[in-house]
């Protein structure tokens, strides 16, 4: 931290905040033994080295032009801007020996935060607090998308936290829950005092939802099996085309948490199975949510004879009320807590469906926030009124592609402060890494 501090220009809080932040992806690199800094868990991604660099990087390039700040280093700037999004394209190319040493990259990273903090401590102060929810949210995300790499990590190249134990409590009974027809207010409206919102959260949007059932409980892993079983990964006819073509490329025949502990076909119904847990392996756990990509929940509601739920769908069965208002949150309008569900980095793994009863919504509706992401139908695109940040105008618009879906709700490794009832994440339907469940709707 810097020592020419002076009274807090910038609101206290999100300064803290900031700290906390820090000391939040901090602690996921200390996970790594030095070994671990140039693999690439992930084909499709950088490796690990880069979002060390990255995230420092990222906050230089937002806050250093504002503060009129100088460059000391151009070249790293450059290298650790931008990460890749894996639409499309071919596999990275690069060689561990292409990037700087680890010692290299922590010396970068302290000399942006003393550079930074002298201003946002100082008298040189930021106009706003806009790029700072920015830069806090943004690490915070990354927070989240470090440990998808990590979970794709050997166990033997990360330390591990806390004791790996099996989970073997049944799958709760999935029921539909019928959610009368009524308004989904998406989205927030523009220049409420205090809060913070990304540009894809803008302007408020209202939308006429008939009357449907949703799943009580996201699909589990248990409910999965049947489809696995039932040879879903075997007929064409439950998947969409690209998402056949896909699932044929990469020889899918399970979720991508999953592994068979025998060569036994995955339709045995005598197959044993195990799940890949961030530390290690477990019996797969019948309760939890199923990870997926977008392409194998399709395939499953399909099967099933039902649909994904749309974003104005999922939003209604989360939030809406017999009365026809909304909460801010599925339980009601108090801030998120450990009780309502399993979010904001308690736990490395899921939990049962069922294990956060106080998070219900109005309508009973089931472990909406915490636990997993949920798939929706709704292909990620810009409410009426959406305008880019000037600052960072690719941030949603280089999504509003067409290839990308909307997920709703959040995962273990999800802040809280994303939880808010506006945040909308996405992701392309062939990436099968993310934290990322679904459940089903009847119209
Ligand atoms: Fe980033």
């Given at each position: 931290?810097?020592?020419?501090?002076?009274?807090?220009?910038?609101?206290?809080?999100?300064?803290?905040?900031?700290?906390?932040?820090?000391?939040?992806?901090d602690?996921?690199?200390?996970?790594?033994?030095?070994?671990?800094?140039?693999?690439?868990?992930?084909?499709?991604?950088?490796?690990?080295?880069?979002?060390?660099?990255?995230?420092?990087?990222?906050d230089?390039?937002?806050?250093?032009?504002?503060?009129?700040?100088?460059?000391?280093?151009?070249?790293?700037?450059?290298?650790?801007?931008?990460?890749?999004?894996?639409?499309?394209?071919?596999?990275?190319?690069?060689?561990?020996?292409?990037?700087?040493?680890?010692?290299?990259?922590?010396?970068?990273?302290?000399?942006?935060?003393?550079?930074?903090?002298?201003?946002?401590?100082?008298?040189?102060?930021?106009a706003?607090?806009?790029?700072?929810?920015?830069?806090?949210?943004?690490?915070?995300?990354?927070?989240?998308?470090?440990?998808?790499?990590?979970?794709?990590?050997?166990?033997?190249?990360k330390?591990?936290?806390?004791?790996?134990?099996?989970?073997l409590?049944?799958?709760?009974?999935?029921?539909?829950?019928?959610?009368?027809?009524?308004?989904?207010?998406?989205?927030?409206?523009?220049?409420?005092?205090?809060?913070?919102?990304?540009?894809?959260?803008?302007?408020?949007?209202?939308?006429?939802?008939?009357?449907?059932?949703?799943?009580?409980?996201?699909?589990?892993?248990?409910?999965?099996?049947?489809?696995?079983?039932?040879?879903?990964?075997?007929?064409?006819?439950?998947?969409?085309?690209?998402?056949?073509?896909?699932?044929?490329?990469?020889?899918?025949?399970?979720?991508?948490?999953?592994?068979r502990?025998?060569?036994?076909?995955?339709t045995?119904?005598?197959?044993?199975?195990?799940?890949?847990?961030?530390?290690?392996v477990?019996?797969?756990?019948?309760?939890?949510?199923?990870?997926?990509?977008?392409?194998?929940?399709?395939?499953?509601?399909r099967?099933?004879?039902?649909?994904?739920?749309?974003?104005a769908?999922?939003?209604?069965a989360a939030?809406?009320?017999?009365?026809?208002?909304?909460?801010?949150?599925?339980?009601?309008?108090?801030?998120?807590?450990?009780?309502?569900?399993?979010?904001?980095?308690?736990?490395?793994?899921?939990?049962?469906?069922?294990?956060?009863?106080?998070?219900?919504?109005?309508f009973?509706?089931?472990?909406?926030?915490?636990?997993?992401?949920?798939?929706?139908?709704?292909?990620?695109?810009?409410?009426?009124?959406?305008?880019?940040?000037?600052?960072?105008?690719?941030?949603?618009?280089?999504?509003?592609?067409?290839?990308?879906?909307?997920?709703k709700?959040?995962?273990?490794?999800?802040?809280?402060?994303?939880?808010?009832?506006?945040?909308?994440?996405?992701?392309?339907?062939?990436?099968?890494?993310?934290?990322?469940?679904?459940?089903?709707?009847?119209?």
């Amino acid at each position: 931290m810097a020592t020419s501090r002076m009274a807090p220009q910038l609101h206290p809080v999100l300064l803290s905040r900031m700290e906390e932040a820090r000391a939040r992806t901090d602690a996921l690199f200390e996970l790594l033994p030095p070994n671990a800094f140039y693999e690439r868990p992930i084909h499709e991604r950088h490796r690990l080295i880069f979002y060390l660099g990255h995230l420092e990087a990222f906050d230089w390039n937002l806050l250093s032009g504002p503060l009129e700040l100088s460059s000391h280093h151009a070249e790293l700037d450059k290298l650790f801007a931008f990460g890749i999004d894996p639409v499309g394209g071919g596999l990275p190319t690069d060689a561990p020996g292409d990037w700087p040493s680890i010692a290299g990259v922590e010396k970068y990273k302290q000399q942006v935060r003393e550079r930074l903090d002298e201003c946002l401590y100082g008298p040189r102060a930021l106009a706003g607090e806009t790029l700072l929810h920015v830069a806090i949210e943004h690490r915070l995300m990354h927070a989240e998308t470090i440990a998808y790499l990590l979970h794709n990590l050997p166990a033997t190249k990360k330390i591990p936290q806390g004791v790996l134990s099996a989970d073997l409590c049944p799958s709760p009974e999935q029921r539909q829950v019928v959610i009368p027809a009524g308004i989904a207010a998406l989205g927030q409206r523009r220049n409420v005092p205090e809060s913070f919102g990304w540009d894809n959260e803008f302007d408020e949007t209202h939308i006429d939802v008939p009357d449907f059932s949703i799943g009580m409980f996201p699909v589990t892993n248990a409910e999965f099996l049947k489809f696995v079983h039932a040879g879903g990964y075997v007929n064409a006819f439950y998947w969409k085309p690209g998402d056949w073509e896909w699932r044929q490329r990469a020889q899918l025949e399970h979720p991508h948490f999953w592994s068979r502990r025998s060569n036994t076909p995955a339709t045995d119904p005598d197959t044993q199975w195990d799940y890949r847990a961030m530390f290690g392996v477990i019996p797969l756990p019948p309760s939890w949510p199923v990870y997926v990509s977008h392409a194998e929940a399709s395939a499953f509601a399909r099967w099933a004879g039902k649909k994904l739920p749309s974003e104005a769908q999922w939003h209604r069965a989360a939030y809406g009320t017999a009365e026809g208002t909304e909460r801010q949150y599925p339980w009601g309008n108090s801030a998120p807590e450990a009780t309502h569900g399993n979010f904001h980095y308690t736990r490395w793994d899921a939990t049962a469906v069922d294990s956060h009863p106080a998070g219900a919504s109005a309508f009973g509706v089931m472990d909406l926030l915490g636990n997993a992401w949920e798939w929706t139908s709704t292909l990620f695109a810009p409410f009426p009124g959406f305008e880019p940040f000037p600052f960072y105008r690719g941030y949603s618009a280089d999504f509003f592609d067409g290839k990308h879906f909307v997920m709703k709700g959040g995962s273990p490794r999800t802040d809280a402060c994303m939880l808010r009832r506006s945040f909308r994440n996405w992701f392309q339907p062939h990436y099968p890494y993310v934290y990322a469940t679904f459940r089903c709707v009847e119209e």
